[in-house]
C-alpha cells in the first residue's frame, strides 16, 4: 500500500507553543526565522515530519503576529487539517477568535488543542466553553505521549492527500 500524506499546519497566536509541539513531534523539526524588509520583524516558521505507521505527516507552524496573515494564507495552501493551538493559561483574545474564524472558512477539518495544561493556571474547560460545541483536547506541547497521541487522533479522521491541490 501506498504511504498516505498528510499535510497538517498548527495555527494559534504568538507563545501559544507551536514551535515546542511540532519540536516535541520531530525532533529534528526545522524552526526557521526569516527577516522582514529593513530587519525590522522576524517571520517564523515551523516544518516537522511525523511517521504514524502508513501514515507520513508534515507539520507546518505558521507565525502567529497578527501582521502575518499573508504567510499564513501561504503556509495553510492545499492543508489537509489544521490545528488551532489555544494557551489554556490566557484569555481567549480577539485574535485567536480571528484564527478560529479562517480556519473555519477554509472547510477542512481541524481541531483545537489547548496547550500548556501541564501548568497550574491552565483553564481548558473556560477555552473549551469559549469555543461550544467544537472538538478540543486538552495537551502539553512538552509531553511527547500526549502530543503524539492528540496528533494521531486527529489524523485518524482525516482523508489522505490527495495531490489535487497545490503542495507547499
Ligand atoms: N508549561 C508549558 N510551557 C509551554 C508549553 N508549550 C510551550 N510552552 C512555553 O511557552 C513559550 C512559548 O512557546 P513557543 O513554542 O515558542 O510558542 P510559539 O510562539 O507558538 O511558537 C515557551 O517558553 C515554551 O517553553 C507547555 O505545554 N507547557
Ligand atoms: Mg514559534
Not at 530587519?39 to 511517521?51: K, N
Not at 484564527?99 to 500548556?116: D, M, Q, T, W
Not at 483536547?137 to 489524523?155: H, N, P, T
Amino acid at each position: 500500500m501506498a504511504e498516505e500524506k498528510y499535510k497538517i499546519v498548527v495555527f494559534g497566536a504568538f507563545g501559544a507553543g507551536k514551535s515546542t509541539l511540532i519540536q516535541t513531534l520531530d525532533p529534528q523539526a526545522k524552526h526557521i526565522e526569516a527577516e522582514c524588509a529593513g530587519g525590522s520583524t522576524t517571520v517564523a516558521l515551523d516544518y516537522g515530519r511525523v511517521q504514524i505507521g502508513e501514515k507520513r505527516v508534515y507539520l507546518y507552524g505558521t507565525p502567529g503576529q497578527e501582521r502575518f496573515e499573508f504567510a499564513r494564507e501561504i503556509i495553510g495552501t492545499g492543508m489537509d487539517g489544521a490545528i488551532l493551538l489555544v494557551d489554556a493559561t490566557s484569555p481567549v483574545d480577539e485574535f485567536i477568535d480571528h484564527l478560529y474564524c479562517s480556519i473555519g472558512a477554509e472547510k477542512i477539518p481541524f481541531v483545537i488543542l489547548l496547550n500548556k495544561c501541564d501548568t497550574v493556571g491552565a483553564q481548558p474547560d473556560a477555552v473549551k466553553a469559549h469555543f461550544n460545541g467544537v472538538e478540543t483536547k486538552a495537551v502539553s506541547a512538552k509531553d511527547r505521549r500526549g502530543a503524539r497521541d492528540a496528533l494521531e487522533g486527529f489524523i485518524g479522521t482525516l482523508r489522505p492527500h490527495t495531490g489535487n491541490k497545490p503542495s507547499a
